[in-house]
């Protein structure tokens, strides 16, 4: 069992920066591929990043390619995902996510998740 908690959410304006931390505790994040994902108000929740357990791989949403970046530190038991140059439509709430088989995009293939992070782009 792993209890993931999500960090660093809040109201920016767009064109800003945020970092979101996804800090792991009950086992070590190092045993897993990490991903991101997000749930606007009424919509379903999508991919938005994927990282490998060893962090040579990474897999990004078309929306964010160039924008977001998604990093692992083993040691600490955290991964990251910094947000550049953000649009309106970037706003919802962030959920990290734990799965045992490798990276995916899919969101069923994930054991484990947090309880999100609000995100919220706005002048």
């Known amino acids: 069992q792993v209890q993931l908690v999500e960090s660093g959410g809040g109201l920016v304006q767009p064109g800003g920066s945020l970092r979101l931390s996804c800090t792991a505790s009950?086992?070590?994040?190092?045993?897993?591929?990490m991903g991101w994902f997000r749930q606007a108000p009424g919509k379903e929740r999508e991919f938005v990043a994927a990282?490998?357990?060893?962090?040579?791989?990474?897999r990004y949403a078309d929306s964010v390619k160039g924008r977001f970046t998604i990093s692992r530190d083993n040691a600490k038991n955290t991964v990251y995902l910094q947000m550049n140059s953000l649009k309106p439509e970037d706003t919802a709430v962030y959920y990290c996510a734990a799965n045992s088989y490798g990276i995916a995009t899919n969101r069923a293939a994930y054991d484990y998740w947090g309880q999100g992070t609000q995100v919220t782009v706005s002048s």
């Open positions: 009950g086992r070590t994040v190092s045993r897993y591929a």
């Open positions: 990282i490998s357990v060893s962090g040579g791989g990474t």
